[in-house]
């Protein structure tokens, strides 16, 4: 519209029309200016979640449980091949998803029990939400938080101390289970038992939500953090039995992921009838790697350690109009390069709050990103785990067992952070994951210059992350 208008830079004092004209142009560069601000009007922004879900549950990733809503969804947008979840357990991977940072940077070093620790995620990271909050969003939380609610004796951060507005939320799983869920809590509230499944229950919630803001122009960041099918998992029968008996765990697993599928597609109807589709950006994942063996898609490991199994998830991105419609995309990626990717995606400075670990995939998602180069590696730590740390670089990773002991019991004792923050790795191993996708041959012993040069990196980064990490023991 005004791509072809160039600057005047000089100006003929003795002549009427030049004056004329250089008003003129003024006045078109500045509606030039103002159209290109309308045309990149930023969208409301949605983020999706399953929790435990692994890489290969869903239909578009070649899944068995039927999920027509989430498959239209990759077919209106981009599908990662290569996703990974911020860590192999939830805390960690939610604080890396909010924060674009290592989540011991951000103060989560496992998974959070609210009553035994005081780990919780840190008021001073700049999560998504406060960044677009910031830039004029209404923002709400509903399912899911686990990074931290205060309990009778210790006193946390809460969800709008981390920029929501509005949040409807669990500290950690559904209980008793996903059916008629009696702990959520709203805005500070208890909301007491809850007739329906959850991730049903946090889809009503949401469009509630919507529905509140009524007329508001005002663009919104809506953060849906669904439990299933994280354990203790329940579906409706009538589901159930489209994969097997209803006592069957196998067949209550997939029942619980075509319950949210469904779900999201009464989000994705109301979200498409309060706005045209162009003006909203969603993101769909899961936090981690499944806990059953046969949803890893062969892949070696499950949740909770570092192999592949434990840290790839779905990952898909929609913003139709925008983002390459029907791509597939193999180029690395993660949970960590979600806020930095948004920020470009909305042409929002990031660089305004602490360094970032992920990557702007804007460049890949908008043009394909021919010749596009991820400059950070992708890293993982994990106490319980073995191997304990993983660092991704090209087609290559490094993983390492820890040259010191300490109990790998699921509950995290704060009390080890000290040895955690010093100590080093033994036993590295070194994968190709292009010709060796299921981490099958060490080729440490043979590929040995690769080796010394990621174990360098992985080393310097380990470094820096364990500076930032917070000493959560000085507290008790």
């Not at 509630?208 to 953090?225: C, E, H, I, M, T």
């Not at 100590?423 to 590929?447: F, I, V, W």
Request: charged share 25%.
């Amino acid at each position: 519209m005004c791509s072809g208008l160039k600057a005047v830079n000089r100006f003929d004092g003795g002549s009427i029309l030049a004056t004329r004209g250089l008003f003129c142009v003024a006045i078109l560069v500045a509606l030039c200016g103002f159209l290109t601000a309308e045309e990149f009007k930023r969208p409301n922004v949605v983020v999706l979640l399953a929790d435990d879900l692994g890489v290969q549950d869903i239909g578009c990733y070649d899944g068995s449980v039927a999920t027509p809503s989430l498959d239209r969804l990759a077919a209106s947008g981009t599908r990662f091949q290569t996703f990974y979840s911020g860590c192999a357990v939830c805390s960690p991977s939610r604080a890396t998803l909010l924060t674009g940072r290592h989540h011991i940077r951000a103060g989560v070093y496992s998974w959070i029990s609210d009553p035994n620790q005081f780990s919780h995620l840190l008021l001073r990271e700049r999560t998504l939400a406060e960044v677009l909050r910031d830039e004029g969003y209404s923002t709400a939380h509903v399912g899911k938080w686990h990074l931290g609610l205060p309990t009778g004796s210790i006193d946390k951060p809460t969800p709008d101390q981390h920029g929501f507005d509005y949040w409807f939320a669990t500290w950690n799983n559904a209980e008793p289970s996903h059916r008629d869920p009696k702990n959520f809590i709203r805005n500070g509230q208890p909301v007491g038992k809850l007739e329906g499944y959850s991730c049903q229950i946090v889809v009503d919630e949401a469009i509630n939500w919507l529905n509140q803001r009524g007329a508001s122009k005002d663009p919104f960041f809506l953060n849906v953090w669904f439990h299933e099918p994280h354990a203790p998992i329940a579906a409706p029968d009538s589901l159930t039995q489209k994969y097997g008996e209803t006592k069957d765990r196998a067949a209550v697993y997939s029942a619980t992921i075509d319950n949210t599928d469904q779900a999201i597609g009464r989000l994705l109807e109301k979200l498409a009838e309060i706005d045209d589709p162009q003006n909203t950006l969603i993101f769909y994942a899961s936090d981690n790697g499944s806990y059953r063996d046969d949803r890893t898609g062969g892949l070696r490991g499950k949740k909770g350690v570092n192999w592949e199994g434990g840290l790839r998830v779905p990952g898909i991105f929609s913003w139709p109009g925008k983002i390459e419609e029907g791509q597939v995309c193999d180029q690395p990626a993660g949970l960590v390069d979600l806020l930095p990717t948004i920020c470009g995606l909305l042409k929002i400075d990031s660089t305004r709050g602490p360094k970032l670990d992920g990557v702007d995939l804007s460049e890949v998602l908008l043009d394909s990103g021919s010749g596009w180069v991820r400059t950070q590696p992708l890293f993982w730590h994990l106490q319980k785990s073995r191997p304990i740390v993983a660092m991704r670089q090209g087609r290559y990773v490094i993983v390492a067992d820890p040259d010191y002991e300490l109990s790998t019991s699921n509950m995290f004792d704060e009390k080890w952070i000290p040895v955690i923050k010093e100590g080093g790795y033994r036993n590295y191993q070194l994968y190709d994951l292009a010709r060796d996708p299921k981490q099958t041959r060490d080729l440490a012993s043979e590929q040995t210059a690769v080796l010394e040069a990621m174990k360098q990196t992985l080393l310097k980064f380990n470094a820096s992350v364990m500076r930032d990490g917070e000493d959560w023991h000085l507290r008790q």
